[in-house]
T-cell receptor, first 112, second 114 residues
Framework: NAGVTQTPKFRILKIGQSMTLQCAQD?????MYWYRQDPGMGLKLIYY???????DKGEVPNGYNVSRSTTEDFPLRLELAAPSQTSVYFC???????????FGEGSWLTVV | GNSVTQMEGPVTLSEEAFLTINCTYT??????LFWYVQYPGEGLQLLLK?????DKGSNKGFEATYRKETTSFHLEKGSVQVSDSAVYFC?????????????FGTGTLLAVQP
């Protein structure tokens, strides 16, 4: 009963470092998403994917990259970490248009 | 563009009090509306949803009615418990959209005191 699994849960990065947040879902969902949540704010969409090999930008894509080589996995790449990327990151998935979106437990990232 | 506006928090209530968290939206077309709940240190969980006007979503004693005439989806619960303390997010999904993206409000922190 895993659902959406994110790793790591916590990470501290230095400015300029790179890292990848991993996301995997076991529900055979076509749609996957990455959101970020800043303190006291709602979630903002970074990137999304409607199927393997297809990705598109959301509201706040700058500084991030994604890939979707399989249905199950949707990693988020930070190339040159900046303090402005300190946030909580949520991966999510859904079966398609109009269906419920399920969220992972979040990844807390601090850039110092 | 589409947007969601929620009442500012935090909301502090005593146990067994009545809860209302206001949510209004701006959207073209016919969005689906959602309430998500985030307990401390956890991810978001779907609390309830409504997909068309006049629908009432309900779960765990919470209710919200999709009001197209007032573009609102207020969350209510008759008697809150300490365990309801969490952040509540109102969200919309553009009706008929191929991408099923959610647009979130800023969230409302609810603190219930015994």
């Amino acid at each position: 009963n895993a659902g959406v699994t994110q790793t790591p849960k916590f990470r501290i990065l230095k400015i300029g470092q790179s890292m990848t947040l991993q996301c995997a879902q076991d529900m055979n969902h076509n749609y996957m998403y990455w959101y970020r949540q800043d303190p006291g704010m709602g979630l903002k969409l970074i990137y999304y994917s409607v199927g393997a090999g297809i990705t598109d930008k959301g509201e706040v894509p700058n500084g991030y990259n994604v890939s979707r080589s399989t249905t199950e996995d949707f990693p988020l790449r930070l190339e040159l970490a900046a303090p402005s990327q300190t946030s909580v990151y949520f991966c999510a998935s859904s079966g398609g248009s109009g269906t419920t979106i399920y969220f992972g437990e979040g990844s807390w990232l601090t850039v110092v | 563009g589409n947007s969601v506006t929620q009442m500012e928090g935090p909301v502090t209530l005593s146990e067994e009090a009545f809860l209302t968290i206001n949510c209004t939206y701006t959207a073209t077309g016919y969005p689906s509306l959602f309430w998500y709940v985030q307990y401390p240190g956890e991810g978001l969980q779907l609390l309830l949803k409504a997909t068309k006007a006049d629908d009432k979503g309900s779960n765990k004693g919470f209710e919200a009615t999709y009001r197209k005439e007032t573009t609102s989806f207020h969350l209510e619960k008759g008697s809150v418990q300490v365990s309801d303390s969490a952040v509540y997010f109102c969200a919309l999904s553009e009706g008929g959209g191929a991408t099923n993206k959610l647009i979130f409000g800023t969230g409302t922190l609810l603190a219930v005191q015994p």
